[in-house]
């Protein structure tokens, strides 16, 4: 069974300053998607960027960035010049597919702190 | 504007009671999901329906029990077979011929014994 790692609970990083959370995971398949969401207090699950596995150029949204490593099962998430409103937990997902239906696997999560 | 509509925003469940949690979307996606996130963990997959009549079970599905009779809806009873009910609960719809889109996530229910 595919599983997804994220082994920092906790960050906390200077406003308009650059932090990086870690995500890995074990899979077995060779095409698929990566995702990560962030949950702010209000707990709304919200897409911040997506990866698919077969794509080698990392996604970037804005000042959001990925550093896909396939090899390594490595996805981690780059925040640059960070806000206040990046608060939040932030989820690694994996998704596969099953008979039509997406099947995402959640990480333990990582808060993040922005401080002002 | 289209989304997902979860009702109620947060329930109460006695000792011995079945509740159901409502889940509507408007978006024409035919999958749906339920998941469930305990305090400082990630979502887990209770059930899923990719189809109208049609579902399976996740990954913690006991105690637990859907029905998908129309495709904009996906309400999940919590049986009194659940012990530890207490948890907040996120639906989620996706459509099934574009893998490039994510799901999409409702605005949750929160779940309390009283």
């Known amino acids: 069974a595919q599983t997804v790692t994220q082994s920092q609970p906790e960050m906390s990083v200077q406003e308009a300053e650059t932090v990086t959370l870690s995500c890995t995971y074990d899979t077995s398949e060779s095409d698929y998607y990566l995702f990560w969401y962030k949950q702010p207090p209000s707990r709304q699950m919200i897409l911040v960027i997506r990866q698919e596995a077969y794509k080698q150029q990392n996604a970037t949204e804005n000042r959001f960035s990925v550093n896909f490593q396939k090899a390594a099962k490595s996805f981690s998430l780059k925040i640059s010049d960070s806000q206040l409103g990046d608060a939040a937990m932030y989820f690694c997902?994996?998704?596969?597919?099953?008979?039509?239906?997406?099947?995402?696997?959640f990480g333990q999560g990582t808060r993040l702190t922005i401080n002002p | 504007d289209g989304g997902i509509t979860q009702s109620p925003k947060y329930l109460f469940r006695k000792e011995g009671q079945n509740v159901t949690l409502s889940c509507e979307q408007n978006l024409n996606h035919d999958a749906m999901y339920w998941y469930r996130q305990d305090p400082g963990q990630g979502l887990r997959l209770i059930y899923y329906s990719q189809i109208v009549n049609d579902f399976q079970k996740g990954d913690i599905a006991e105690g637990y029990s859907v029905s998908r009779e129309k495709k904009e809806s996906f309400p999940l009873t919590v049986t009194s077979a659940q012990k530890n009910p207490t948890a907040f609960y996120l639906c989620?719809?996706?459509?099934?011929?574009?893998?490039?889109?994510?799901?999409?996530f409702g605005d949750g229910t929160r779940l309390s014994i009283l």
């Open positions: 989620a719809s996706s459509i099934t011929d574009r893998w490039d889109q994510p799901q999409h």
């Open positions: 997902a994996y998704r596969d597919i099953i008979q039509g239906a997406q099947k995402l696997v």
